[in-house]
């Protein structure tokens, strides 16, 4: 088998992929098909949130799969309902239902077709509906024509006009900005606690409180897109609660780290009232919305086992610990490679001084710099065009981390 020739003549080539073959995993470890272990804190791009086949997830689909792994929708999936519960009461704590889906990208998208819902629920005073959404500069929400159209990037749009309608971008922290682009069509504002493809950008508390005060009073929706900040990833279950805690959601959306390396997407819709009587979770009734796949028994066992770990073992504050460990050595690094440490818990990305990165043809300093660090046997991800992320395990080491410090320190230091 030659896996890059199969490739280069069967795959869709849709990512720039590294020369890297994995074959096995193992904890915060990573093997390629040469036998080179590797330190893994790309896992995925924050899925793998309790690292590789972790025993406790292992068993759970093992158990699962042996007993029931799909069935229809249209039946009450017990798995589905005590998921749902557990995002609920322990995670959220707020009253509201839950939507499964397979990804963020899905789920970001059941967010916009809530906002639409509501949208025509409550109507401009001529009758007519409201649909925009309004988003932030170096966001990302998914590949979906929806979640695309709402990503601010251009160059995710490139080749794909003409995008979804509906959408109006503004810049990320910028609540004058915010303010001025709501229009009498604007029904929701959805955005991202922390930025993580866009640079690992962290929102302003006064940016989100001002959001939500907005939000208020101009009756629109507040929507969270935690894909990859959710769960624990930035210290806390909600990560908007690591910023204001005080903010109540209408709506947030999550993938990634909740399935630890399993499929599943969700969105959570609040049940307060949106008039005297009907809550904004009714307005997803039956035939609005579906998945054939999710929400099945075998993707919420995985969920749940995964939620579990991350709870009963605390690891939300283990990710505060180990980003406050970074940041103390940190600290102490002089190289001018680097030039900042920004994000939240595990969700942290390395800024880079791109004049001092060996320019490579084609290649961003931030993809020159993951190249040379996965040379050394340390496995990351670019944020942006010069920003290196890193998105360990939940249950990393402290040795685990000085070791990765210890690669990354040596790399940018040999420039």
């Given at each position: 088998?030659?896996?890059?020739?199969?490739?280069?003549?069967?795959?869709?080539?849709?990512?720039?992929?590294?020369?890297?073959?994995?074959?096995?995993?193992?904890?915060?470890?990573?093997?390629?098909?040469?036998?080179?272990?590797?330190?893994?804190?790309?896992?995925?791009?924050?899925?793998?949130?309790?690292?590789?086949?972790?025993?406790?997830?292992?068993?759970?689909?093992?158990?699962?799969?042996?007993?029931?792994?799909?069935?229809?929708?249209?039946?009450?999936?017990?798995?589905?309902?005590?998921?749902?519960?557990?995002?609920?009461?322990?995670?959220?704590?707020?009253?509201?239902?839950?939507?499964?889906?397979?990804?963020?990208?899905?789920?970001?998208?059941?967010?916009?077709?809530?906002?639409?819902?509501?949208?025509?629920?409550?109507?401009?005073?001529?009758?007519?509906?409201?649909?925009?959404?309004?988003?932030?500069?170096?966001?990302?929400?998914?590949?979906?024509?929806?979640?695309?159209?709402?990503?601010?990037?251009?160059?995710?749009?490139?080749?794909?006009?003409?995008?979804?309608?509906?959408?109006?971008?503004?810049?990320?922290?910028?609540?004058?900005?915010?303010?001025?682009?709501?229009?009498?069509?604007?029904?929701?504002?959805?955005?991202?606690?922390?930025?993580?493809?866009?640079?690992?950008?962290?929102?302003?508390?006064?940016?989100?409180?001002?959001?939500?005060?907005?939000?208020?009073?101009?009756?629109?929706?507040?929507?969270?897109?935690?894909?990859?900040?959710?769960?624990?990833?930035?210290?806390?279950?909600?990560?908007?609660?690591?910023?204001?805690?005080?903010?109540?959601?209408?709506?947030?959306?999550?993938?990634?780290?909740?399935?630890?390396?399993?499929?599943?997407?969700?969105?959570?819709?609040?049940?307060?009232?949106?008039?005297?009587?009907?809550?904004?979770?009714?307005?997803?009734?039956?035939?609005?919305?579906?998945?054939?796949?999710?929400?099945?028994?075998?993707?919420?066992?995985?969920?749940?086992?995964?939620?579990?770990?991350?709870?009963?073992?605390?690891?939300?504050?283990?990710?505060?610990?180990?980003?406050?460990?970074?940041?103390?050595?940190?600290?102490?690094?002089?190289?001018?490679?680097?030039?900042?440490?920004?994000?939240?818990?595990?969700?942290?990305?390395?800024?880079?001084?791109?004049?001092?990165?060996?320019?490579?043809?084609?290649?961003?300093?931030?993809?020159?710099?993951?190249?040379?660090?996965?040379?050394r046997g340390l496995l990351t991800v670019p944020a942006g065009p010069d920003v290196v992320r890193f998105l360990p395990p939940l249950n990393v080491s402290r040795e685990e981390i000085d070791e990765a410090l210890r690669i990354l320190h040596q790399t940018v230091t040999s420039l």
């Open positions: 088998m030659n896996t890059a020739a199969d490739f280069s003549r069967y795959v869709l080539p849709t990512y720039g992929r590294f020369p890297l073959v994995p074959v096995k995993g193992q904890g915060s470890y990573l093997w390629d098909d040469t036998g080179k272990r590797y330190l893994d804190f790309c896992t995925g791009i924050a899925v793998c949130s309790i690292g590789h086949c972790h025993p406790a997830l292992t068993a759970a689909i093992q158990q699962q799969a042996a007993t029931l792994m799909h069935c229809s929708n249209l039946y009450q999936i017990p798995q589905q309902a005590e998921l749902a519960r557990v995002i609920v009461e322990t995670h959220v704590k707020l009253p509201g239902k839950v939507f499964f889906s397979n990804s963020g990208a899905e789920a970001n998208d059941g967010l916009i077709k809530t906002a639409r819902r509501f949208g025509h629920a409550r109507p401009q005073p001529n009758g007519e509906a409201r649909y925009e959404v309004i988003t932030f500069t170096q966001s990302f929400h998914g590949r979906t024509l929806g979640s695309m159209a709402a990503t601010a990037q251009k160059k995710i749009h490139e080749g794909f006009d003409p995008l979804l309608p509906g959408f109006r971008y503004c810049p990320f922290n910028d609540l004058a900005a915010l303010e001025a682009a709501i229009s009498p069509i604007t029904a929701a504002i959805l955005l991202e606690p922390v930025q993580g493809e866009g640079g690992v950008n962290v929102a302003d508390a006064a940016f989100i409180r001002g959001a939500a005060a907005l939000a208020k009073k101009h009756d629109l929706l507040l929507f969270f897109d935690e894909v990859q900040a959710g769960f624990g990833r930035c210290g806390h279950a909600m990560a908007w609660r690591a910023l204001c805690p005080e903010i109540e959601p209408d709506g947030i959306s999550w993938a990634k780290g909740m399935g630890g390396g399993f499929p599943i997407g969700s969105f959570w819709v609040s049940d307060r009232l949106i008039d005297e009587e009907k809550p904004l979770s009714t307005l997803m009734s039956p035939g609005s919305h579906g998945s054939t796949y999710g929400g099945n028994p075998l993707a919420c066992a995985a969920s749940l086992a995964v939620l579990d770990v991350i709870e009963r073992e605390q690891l939300g504050a283990h990710a505060l610990a180990m980003e406050a460990h970074m940041r103390e050595q940190f600290a102490t690094w002089n190289t001018p490679a680097l030039t900042g440490l920004r994000g939240l818990g595990l969700l942290l990305g390395f800024s880079l001084d791109a004049s001092l990165i060996p320019a490579v043809e084609g290649k961003t300093p931030a993809q020159v710099i993951v190249a040379q660090l996965m040379e």
